[in-house]
């Protein structure tokens, strides 16, 4: 999503700049060039919108199937859910904390109560342990 929002923020701020250009110019568009600027805007915000959508739809799909009613059972949120998925995914806690929109150090948080909640001392075990009581398939 950063990456995305960088690259659209880039594109409105060179046709921004565009604009500004041809306003001084003697072409004179003053109105009509800024009514132009907001609607190119507004299509690289809307462009950058779906394109966040279909990247998290991908990311949705490519989720291990998981059942919320073994989760409640052991305690786990649906916050800890989400990581834990990632998790079994081999995402880092980097690439999580970018995923779900948290900072590492929450993610952090939400691996070591899932390791205690799960009774595992690594990653690697908690998601085995995930499976074998029916929380991730």
């Not at 989400?82 to 998790?87: A, I, K, P, R, Y």
């Amino acid at each position: 999503m950063g990456r995305t929002v960088l690259i659209f923020g880039s594109l409105a701020a060179a046709v921004l700049a565009l604009t500004q250009l041809a306003k001084w110019s003697l072409l004179g568009f003053d109105n009509g060039l800024d009514v132009l600027t907001a609607l190119i805007v507004v299509g690289l915000l809307g462009i950058g919108f779906v394109a966040h959508r279909l990247i998290m739809r991908r990311q949705q799909a490519s989720r291990p199937p998981f059942d919320p009613a073994n989760a409640g059972k052991l305690g786990i949120s649906d916050r800890e859910a989400e990581v834990l998925q990632l998790m079994a995914q081999g995402l880092s806690n980097k690439e999580i904390g970018q995923a779900l929109y948290i900072s590492e150090s929450t993610v952090k948080t939400h691996v070591s109560q899932l390791l205690i909640k799960l009774d595992a001392k690594r990653r690697s075990q908690a998601i085995a342990h995930a499976r074998a009581k029916g929380v991730l398939e």
